[in-house]
């Protein structure tokens, strides 16, 4: 709030009580900057007492926004990947042809076992095809395999790979086909997805030249502690280490988000000429209930590591999964579901993340996406005042500063929540330029137990909602009063309440000589002191 605005004296009791100072920008600057836990006096941060009567305070926790940024809860087993691939299971009989004929194995076209310094293989020639017995696929397997090349000639010899399951083994699941090889052993490895844990049986097909295949349906666990539908590898390069390429789908096992954790993050780069992909949270009974964390799809920059962030408030303390699906190219991805809380007193009302700053006027929060939004809920409130008997009605300002218009159709909204119910209700509020011009209301407050919430976002402002106008270099701590006129801050019911009164003072600097009738040392906007009526003369 500006240092510059002085309550009158006769509401001072009431203006103490003054909302937070916020300041809002559509667009994050290049770099946020956060305040440390070592310069932020906990003076500020308006924490609850210790001991008390149990009353909600009239003012939000931590009203001024300081942030301090701190790692909090734990995140899925295995986030950072640093624990490599495992083989898991038991793969077919006879899987690398060491007994020197197709034991184990059904045959049709032209087979023959091969020898590569000393190392037995099946050569499959024309029409040729080879069947395994059934082999149950482990649970945590995530990929099958194979080793192929081409043994002679100049041509590359092709193959499909197939996996047989259910009654009878008459469902076929295709998992390649026309693979090529080199005059190389190559390793070619195949998601099971939904198979794992299921008998099956692994079919080769020569499709074309003469092939060489060993080692067949070996699995492997590719991404420990996580689920993989589709293809994911781990490499070496990410940026604390290892991590995990994929262009399917992995999901991290269940774990726990902090009672007090407000947003998550994960690193992400991939490779192609368009990386998109959508990060989940599954949540409720069998996880099968869908949270999108990036309101649609996530774009990658190729070659550069980026942090991805979204709001879990509403998930605190309950048992979740993560989830990180390819939509187009490969996806690259690290650190996944490492927890965060920044914004003591609030909590994050949607998915949208949040970033901290500081300037010159102090502490801010802002959208950590650039031309993102925001929506913050504070904690509950009770703005408690009551009309003195024999007096005029109790009156009270909350305000909130601001700092917005770096683009077209920028919003800000401003709502009461009931803490009981969890009702929501818009507010029309006012901006107001100190030193320029001043809209200002007036409230009365009824003692409703309350929860200010304010949400920012960037797009067409609806009509009838009251935003300041875009300016090409907006000036910073702009304070917004709630007031008189607004029926959520008292009772249900419009009754006794008035319309906004519009009061328009000259223009003039901060520290201008005050307007005529003025109070000294009132901020600009501020009402004209009434003066006294004269006495009645007999």
């Not at 201008?512 to 009434?530: C, F, L, W």
Request: charged fraction near 15%.
């Amino acid at each position: 709030m500006p240092a510059s605005f002085v309550p009158r004296s006769r509401r001072l009791a009431a203006a103490l009580a003054l909302l937070c100072g916020l300041l809002l920008v559509v667009g994050s600057p290049p770099v946020p900057v956060v305040r440390g836990a070592a310069h932020v006096p906990h003076s500020r941060l308006n924490g609850p007492p210790a001991t008390g009567s149990g009353a909600n305070p009239a003012y939000p926790l931590n009203h001024m926004l300081d942030t301090v940024r701190s790692t909090v809860g734990t995140p899925p087993t295995n986030d950072d990947f640093e624990t490599p691939a495992a083989s898991v299971g038991t793969p077919p009989a006879n899987s690398g042809f060491s007994t020197g004929d197709f034991t184990g194995w059904t045959t049709s076209g032209t087979t023959a076992i091969g020898a590569d310094s000393g190392n037995d293989y099946a050569s499959l020639g024309s029409s040729a095809t080879i069947l395994s017995s059934a082999f149950t696929l482990d649970g945590r397997a995530s990929s099958i395999s194979l080793r192929a090349k081409y043994p002679s000639g100049i041509f590359a010899g092709q193959f499909s790979v197939s996996l047989l399951s259910g009654s009878g083994y008459t469902t076929s699941t295709t998992l390649a086909t026309n693979v090529a090889t080199t005059t190389r052993w190559q390793t070619f490895s195949y998601g099971v997805g939904t198979l794992a844990g299921q008998s099956v049986e692994i079919k080769v097909v020569q499709n074309a030249f003469t092939v060489a295949v060993d080692d067949v349906g070996l699995q492997t666990q590719d991404v420990p502690a996580w689920t993989v539908s589709g293809t994911a590898s781990e490499g070496a390069g990410g940026p604390t280490g290892h991590y995990v390429s994929t262009t399917g789908t992995i999901t991290s096992s269940p774990f726990t988000l902090a009672s007090n954790e407000q947003q998550l993050s994960l690193s992400y780069s991939g490779s192609g000429s368009s990386v998109l992909f959508y990060v989940s949270l599954l949540s409720g009974t069998g996880y099968a209930t869908r949270i999108d964390l990036g309101n649609g799809t996530v774009q990658a920059t190729p070659g550069t590591w980026q942090t991805f962030k979204a709001g879990v408030s509403a998930f605190a303390g309950q048992q979740v999964e993560i989830q990180v699906q390819r939509y187009t190219g490969t996806v690259y991805t690290d650190n996944v579901g490492v927890g965060e809380r920044l914004l003591s007193g609030w909590t994050l009302a949607a998915v949208d993340p949040i970033a901290g700053g500081a300037d010159g006027n102090g502490s801010y929060v802002l959208p950590f996406n650039p031309n993102g939004g925001l929506q913050i809920q504070s904690s509950t409130i009770s703005p408690g005042i009551v009309s003195p008997p024999g007096g005029p009605a109790g009156q009270k300002y909350y305000a909130l500063g601001y700092d917005i218009g770096y683009s077209t159709g920028n919003l800000l909204t401003v709502s009461w929540v009931n803490a009981s119910t969890g009702g929501v209700a818009p507010v029309s509020w006012t901006p107001e330029d100190w030193g320029q011009r001043a809209l200002r209301k007036e409230s009365r407050c009824r003692g409703e137990r309350r929860t200010s919430p304010i949400r920012q976002r960037s797009g067409p402002r609806p009509s009838g909602w009251c935003t300041k106008g875009t300016q090409p270099a907006p000036a910073r701590r702009r304070p917004g009063l709630l007031g008189r006129g607004d029926p959520h801050l008292g009772q249900a019911s419009t009754a006794g309440c008035r319309r906004a009164q519009r009061r328009v003072d000259h223009p003039g600097a901060r520290g201008a000589a005050p307007a005529a009738g003025r109070e000294p040392g009132a901020a600009p906007g501020a009402r004209p002191v009434k003066k006294p009526r004269p006495a009645n003369v007999a």
